[in-house]
């Protein structure tokens, strides 16, 4: 199969990566442009690598590790980074929630400007449910499930020993999702609120709240 890498072309693009099939692989491979067909020689850039510190919370706990990154990696804050911590042996997932670099928080950063980098871990959350039963009782409730669990609009779903029916999901980033059918993955809910089933009846009713 042939392979193919993104550099400039000295023809049409010698500001600009763009595609290339790679002819002859070495240290200079000899590459044709996909856009001119130009057959030139490049010099591939050997990529430096940068050790990171970074701080992770999961549930009440936070720790914090380093992690090796190319030093080019862009960093954002939502994107979804795992760590790999080479002493410890320690590998986890995050969600990245803030990012320190040149001295202040920032949204986006390469990883040889980043001081440091926080997240959340996600190979396990605890989500909150908001569980109504009648028109006041509320009740506060947890689940810890995997961070990839999905939760689905209009299904029922247990908590412990309790049956709920998911009436709507507000995620992290403040938006709501309350359409039948839609899908929300654990690691993006911020809390989710639901109906209690009535229990005894065997029938699906539920109790009505001012939703």
């Not at 763009?18 to 990529?47: D, F, M, N, W, Y």
């Not at 320690?90 to 929630?97: A, D, M, S």
């Not at 009782?137 to 209009?154: A, I, M, S």
Request: proline residues 3%.
């Amino acid at each position: 199969m042939t392979r193919e890498i993104e550099v400039e072309c000295p023809s049409c693009s010698p500001d600009e990566e763009i595609g290339h099939e790679v002819l002859k692989e070495g240290q200079s491979p000899l590459v044709r442009c996909l856009e001119c067909g130009q057959v030139h020689a490049v010099k591939l850039k050997t990529p430096k690598s940068v050790s990171l510190k970074v701080i992770i919370s999961k549930m009440d706990v936070t720790n914090t590790y380093r992690t090796e990154l190319d030093s080019e990696t862009i960093l954002q804050v939502d994107d979804e980074l795992v760590i790999d911590d080479e002493e410890t042996g320690v590998v986890i997932p995050i969600l990245i929630t803030a990012l320190d670099a040149g001295g202040k928080r920032v949204q986006i950063a390469r990883a040889e400007d980043t001081e440091a980098i926080w997240g959340r871990a996600i190979d396990e959350v605890t989500v909150k449910f908001s569980a109504q039963e009648g028109t006041e009782k509320t009740e506060v409730l947890e689940k810890r499930v995997p961070g990839d669990y999905e939760f689905v609009v209009g299904a029922e779903e247990r908590v412990g020993n309790k049956r709920l029916f998911i009436n709507k999901i507000k995620v992290r980033d403040g938006a709501f999702r309350s359409r039948k059918g839609d899908v929300v993955l654990a690691k993006y809910v911020k809390r989710i609120f639901a109906r209690k089933k009535w229990e005894g009846s065997g029938q699906r009713d539920f109790r009505r709240g001012p939703w």
